[in-house]
């Protein structure tokens, strides 16, 4: 299987990475993985007075934060991944990869809020599986 691995380095990562070492039938060479983060961008009118090597910069030190533990975890289980990481709205972005990539499985933890909080909040998750046209497996 093709596995995307959509993170953000959050307590629900966490949840989700603990999940997928669990179940074997998740790991294994027999898989590719491509584990992804998506960092949100900067306001535009902010962005318009960065530097742009700067500005990219930021982007790669965020992406590169919620790698370092991913990296740590899939180098203990003895796994390869590719890591995106990319810019932009994070429910479309991920949703968007996941297609276009042509995967088998998106994988991503889930803040677990109820339907109503969902209404008012909005979700990623939500979102997510509103447009993916790959299949979710969302860990709560």
Known sequence: MKILVAVDGSEF??????YWAAHDEWLGPQH????????PP?????????DR?????????EGEKVFH???A????????????????????????????GHFDLL???????????NLVLGSVATRVMAHCKTP????R
């Open 32 to 39: 590719s993985y491509t584990v992804l983060t998506v960092v």
């Open 42 to 50: 900067i306001p535009p009118r902010a962005a318009a007075v960065l």
């Open 107 to 117: 994988m991503m933890g889930s803040h677990g809020h109820g339907e109503l909080a």
């Open 69 to 71: 533990p991913m990296r």
């Open 73 to 100: 975890f899939l180098d203990k289980q003895g796994l390869q991944a590719t890591f995106l990481s990319k810019t932009g709205h994070i429910a479309d972005t991920i949703s968007k990869t996941a297609t276009e």
């Open 53 to 61: 090597e700067l500005l990219h910069s930021y982007y790669a030190d």
């Open 13 to 18: 990562t966490r949840r989700m990475v603990a």
């Open 136 to 139: 979710v497996l969302l860990v």
